[in-house]
């Protein structure tokens, strides 16, 4: 079936160090791929999407590319900051196009960047 | 604009009662979507509504349940709960099928004793 596996966390990181979590999946189709990102007491909130193969996605200095050949949607960012100290998802559409809003989700990795 | 409203935000419930919860969309979002956030299994989906009706549904047995009213807000009930229902149940809405961009509430956090 469809999923998706984060490496496990806590990373944590000093400020200004390069991040990266990373982030596979299984999938029959073609996916969109996501990242969300739950800051502490809130609710989840999208930070980039790609939708199809060597799209790259990026939002406040995160970047993440489609990489079809290696099922991968890894999260880089060149210089964290402490607010960026939070939970981030990797997710994928449902595969078929069904036009459902449905997404699968990955276990989350938990960033902690330290001043 | 109003984000998504979810109520209660915390409840106590005890083995066997019943639950509902409540989520209001933003405003003119017509897909509301319902997640389960627990510590073991992350978060899982459990249905998708749209116009009133049931899109989807994940893989959750017939104690959870759900509807949407005319103005695109939601509920969802779960009869006879078990401690294995505690959990952070989360409501998303968007504003087309199928974009995957969904706007989260903050969450109900239901207890179960």
Redesign the interface.
């Known amino acids: 079936g469809n999923s998706v596996t984060q490496m496990e966390g806590p990373v944590t990181l000093s400020e200004e160090a390069f991040l990266t979590i990373n982030c596979t999946y299984t999938a029959t189709g073609y996916p969109?791929l996501?990242w969300?990102v739950q800051y502490p007491?809130?609710?989840?909130?999208?930070l980039l999407?790609a939708t199809k193969a060597d799209d790259k996605g990026s939002n406040k200095g995160f970047e993440a590319t489609y990489r079809k050949e290696t099922t991968s949607f890894h999260l880089e960012k060149g210089s964290v900051q402490v607010s960026d100290s939070a939970v981030y998802?990797c997710?994928l559409?449902?595969p078929t196009?069904?036009?459902?809003?449905?997404?699968?989700?990955?276990?989350?990795t938990t960033l902690q960047v330290k001043p | 604009k109003a984000g998504?409203t979810q109520t209660p935000r915390y409840l106590i419930k005890t083995r066997g009662q019943q639950v509902t919860l409540s989520c209001s969309p933003i405003s003119g979002h017509r897909?509301v979507?319902w997640?389960q956030q627990t510590p073991g299994q992350?978060?899982?989906?459990l249905f998708?509504y749209?116009s009133e009706t049931q899109?989807?549904k994940?893989n959750f047995p017939g104690r959870f349940s759900g509807r949407q009213f005319s103005n695109s807000r939601s509920e969802m009930n779960v009869s006879t709960l078990e401690l294995g229902d505690s959990a952070l149940y989360?409501c998303?809405s968007?504003s087309t099928?199928?974009?995957?961009?969904?706007?989260?509430?903050?969450?109900s956090r239901l207890t179960v004793l």
């Open positions: 969109s996501f969300y007491g809130e609710g989840l909130q999208l999407k998802f997710a559409s449902d196009g069904s036009n459902t809003g449905k997404l699968i989700f990955g276990q989350g | 998504v897909s979507s997640y992350g978060l899982q989906f998708e749209f899109r989807n994940g989360l998303a968007s099928l199928g974009t995957g961009e969904l706007f989260f509430g903050e969450g």
